[in-house]
């Protein structure tokens, strides 16, 4: 990836575009019909440290001008996924994907999966249960959209399944490629531990953005992010041979997505592999997963002869 350089304005001969600024005016720069993948995390509007907090009709007004101008931009075969949470209005949650849908559709989208991102960590609710997914919505501008699976597929759960009747039997029934992701995705998100922990409050894990850039273009396409943060877009399509674009009005923010394209070229950037599983604490052997309240009677049990 030595020799690319990052770009500051769009010109489809680019690979990759940070622009400094508003993404309405990034937007605006991009031809018609260029952009093979629209991907973005907006702003939820919960007054964090880059969002001035909005009333919903007010946001919704704002977001509809960036996913009309996305809609522009868009290229026939691509994609759009919004990735998003839930808005809080005095501890009452509306989830945005659906006060968003109505947008999408009134600009001739059809939705393709709602898939739900799972991960274990977040804050702890005391009025409610504590929110552990949030949903990224897949649209399409027409029913001929790019779609591959092989490049995503996950290990099956028993690939030594075999037919057990009529002209296959005996043969393995899995695709060896392994299965389809499903529209759950179990996805550690990016907190205090996270190798891709930056300054910033809600970064994407690149794995999660690969599983898109993979099954949604191909080599040489265009993926933008209106919203873009660490960059982190940007990182997951150049790392496939795509093209990457995405602004950003934070300065700060733009420093970080700069340094960490950077190193993704020079291929020092460190993030969490796609096919890594999920830790599991228990099977790790980490001593913490063990109860203070219940460690006594666990010994006791483990080891019914040993001397306290
Ligand atoms: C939810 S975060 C996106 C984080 C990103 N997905 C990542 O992996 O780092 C939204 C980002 O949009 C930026 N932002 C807010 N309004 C913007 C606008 N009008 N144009 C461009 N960026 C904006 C914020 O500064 C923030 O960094």
Not at 97 to 104: A, C, E, G
Not at 182 to 195: A, E, Q, R, T, Y
């Amino acid at each position: 990836m030595n020799g690319l350089r990052i770009a500051e304005t769009f010109a489809p001969d680019e690979h990759i575009v940070v622009y400094p600024g508003d993404c309405l005016d990034l937007l605006k720069t991009v031809p018609k019909g260029s952009i093979q993948l629209v991907v973005t995390s907006p702003p939820y509007n919960i007054g964090k440290e880059y969002e001035k907090r909005l009333d919903l009709k007010q946001y919704l007004a704002q977001q509809e001008k960036v996913i009309e101008q996305s809609v522009r931009a868009l290229s026939p075969s691509g994609s759009i996924c919004w990735q998003v949470g839930n808005f809080v209005d005095k501890g009452a949650i509306i989830p945005l994907d659906t006060v968003l849908y109505p947008i999408f559709s009134k600009f001739g989208l059809a939705m393709r999966n709602r898939i739900i991102w799972h991960f274990e960590h977040g804050l702890h609710c005391g009025r409610r249960f504590s929110g552990r997914y949030e949903t990224i919505v897949w649209f399409t501008k027409t029913d001929d959209y790019v779609f591959h699976l092989d490049p995503v597929r996950v290990p099956q759960k028993y690939p030594g399944k075999k037919h057990f009747k009529g002209p296959k039997a005996g043969q393995y029934s899995g695709n060896p490629l392994g299965k389809n992701p499903g529209d759950l995705w179990v996805i550690p998100n990016v907190k205090s531990n996270h190798v891709e922990k930056t300054d910033h409050p809600c970064q994407f894990p690149v794995e999660l953005i690969e599983r898109l850039v993979l099954s949604m273009t191909n080599e040489g396409d265009w993926v933008l992010d209106p919203f873009l943060g660490t960059g982190t877009s940007i990182i997951a399509a150049i790392r496939h041979g795509r093209r990457g674009a995405g602004a950003e009005v934070a300065p700060n923010y733009l420093e970080l997505a700069k340094d960490r394209i950077e190193r993704e070229m020079a291929g020092t950037l460190k993030t969490r592999p796609m096919d890594q599983p999920v830790y599991d604490p228990v099977q790790a052997g980490n001593k913490l997963t063990v109860s203070p309240w219940d460690k006594q009677d666990k010994e006791m049990t483990l080891f019914p002869g040993d001397p306290e």
